[in-house]
Each structure stands twice: as C-alpha cells, then as structure tokens.
C-alpha cells in the first residue's frame, strides 16, 4: 500500500486513482501530522509526499520518519531549486518529482525506486524480439551480437524493455533515466533515440523503436 500524504484535495484524489488504476493500494491524508503518525502506525510500501503541508512540512516530515523508518519516499512539489533536492535526499527522500508532474512519469519513478529498494524485483534478463539485456552484466545482445550502448542509451533500453506496451514521451524518457527536469526544447532524447536505432539497425534489419506521432516512442510492434 501507498502512503499520499497531500493537502491539495484534486492532486490527492488524482494520485490515488492513478495508483490504483495501475495496481496499487492506496491510503491518503491531507496534513503532514496525520501523515507521519498514519506512516509510523503502518507498514508501507512507499510515501508519496508533498513539501508545504500544513501542521507538519515534508522536510520536518522525513526528518522524524527516517530516526526510526526506511520505507521509500519519493516527494512531489513545486520546490524544485537544488539545495532543496539535494537537502531532500540528505533527509532521506528516495527520489524528487517536480510539480506539474507527468502521472505515467510518477508512476514509472515509482517501480524504479521499489525496484532500487527490493521492494519490487524485476527479471535480470529482459527480452523483446531477438533483443536480450542483461541486468546484471549490462550488456545488451542482438542475434547474438553484443551492441555497444552510452550509459544513456543502455538506460533507455532497459526502461522500455520492462515497459513494452508504454508509449513514452521525450519527457517521461528523459526524467525517468536521468532524474533530472526535462526542458521542452531539449534535444537529447531525439540524438539518444537516433543513435539507438543506428546501432540496432547496425545488427538487425528488424525494427525496434517506432515513434508514435506527437506522443513519443514505444517498442515496435
């Protein structure tokens, strides 16, 4: 189960149905006082937290929950400056959404962190077409033939691999493997994507990557 902790009614309601349309349970509260005792009462699975709650903030939240408690927590709000990301994790924060948030980007950063955790395990071997990616070595092979890959590009791979009916867009891509905030007028994911298909059709005529006009790429079908 999933701990919402958000005072904002219409964005609480939102993760929760998101949530649980994707197959998680879910309990909420609107002040980070209710949440830290409802957190400290209950065995969770993950905390979603807002920053500026009333009562008790986000940052006096996990100050308190991390004496006693590890459960992930990964924090949404609009304070998005890097001293505060970077205090964040000091307290103990798992992972930072900035607000105004992709609902698919929450949910992928979730899995990513249960998995990170233990929470949640994943195959070490991942397989589409005649593509196979090894978790544990990181090694991506084609028809037996082992593909050179960045850092960036193994990443992508892997994500869409372990997602292979997700249209992604450049956004959800590019947060989702960095963890960084992603600028509309960025061109990265377009270079990133182009190289993979460069490198793919280097050991296969068969397609991989298709790109899903104005919404992104998913794994060709």
Known sequence: MILVVEDDKMI????CKVLSDNGFETDSTYDGAEGLTKALDKDYEMILLDLMLPKKTGEEFLAEYRKTRNTPA?????????????????????DYI?????????????EA?????????????????????????KRVIIDDNEMSCTVMEYKILELMLENPN?????????????????????????????????????LTEDSY???VYSMGYRLSK
């Open 12 to 15: 609480n309601n939102l993760l």
């Open 74 to 94: 990964i924090v949404l709000s609009a304070k998005n400056e890097v001293v505060n990301r970077i205090e964040l994790l000091r307290l103990g924060a798992d």
């Open 98 to 110: 900035s607000k105004p948030f992709d609902v698919d980007e929450v949910i992928l950063r979730i």
């Open 113 to 137: 962190v249960l998995r990170r955790t233990g929470a949640v395990t994943s195959p070490s071997v991942l397989e589409y077409k005649n593509m196979k990616l090894d978790k544990d070595s």
């Open 166 to 202: 997700k249209v992604f867009s450049k956004r959800n891509l590019f947060e989702s493997v960095t963890g960084e905030d992603y600028l509309s007028d960025d061109n990265t994911m377009n270079v990133h994507m182009s190289n993979l298909r460069k490198k793919i059709g280097k």
């Open 209 to 211: 990557i298709d790109t």
